[in-house]
């Protein structure tokens, strides 16, 4: 799977151990930064990240930030980004089983490492339900 990821200063570390798990399993991953932990502006890392799910050129996003509140505020500026904000397994997996969520929202000072690797591994392997779903998926975008 084509995989997106991007953060903020205060999701580098997370996004860097993230990453990583997301490699060894075989997953292709983009790194839209940012590279450090310097203070940035969150939006210039998650527009990147949602023109690159919403164009097709990676399959699903994760982005990390503080609160997570930031970066899925400013993905779901565009039209083709359902972006969900998780801080727990079955938030992670109804995302995508009820909302075809394509990208996953991290906050990194609310949530431990391994709870993340956790809720973004539920959210790359939980597919869409579809059904009773699939219609209101699509009266989601304006």
Known sequence: MKISIGNDHAGF???????????????????????????????DFAHPLANSVESGNTDLGILICGSGNGVCMTANKHQGIRAALCWNVELGALARQHNNANVICLPARFISLEL?????????????????????VNKISC
């Open 13 to 43: 570390d997370y996004k860097e151990a993230i990453k990583a798990s997301l490699i060894a399993a075989g997953h292709e991953v983009t790194d839209h930064g940012t590279y450090g932990l310097d203070s940035v502006d969150y939006p």
């Open 116 to 136: 993340a690797q956790e809720i973004t591994n539920t959210f790359i392997t939980t597919d869409f339900e579809g059904g009773r779903h699939e219609n209101r």
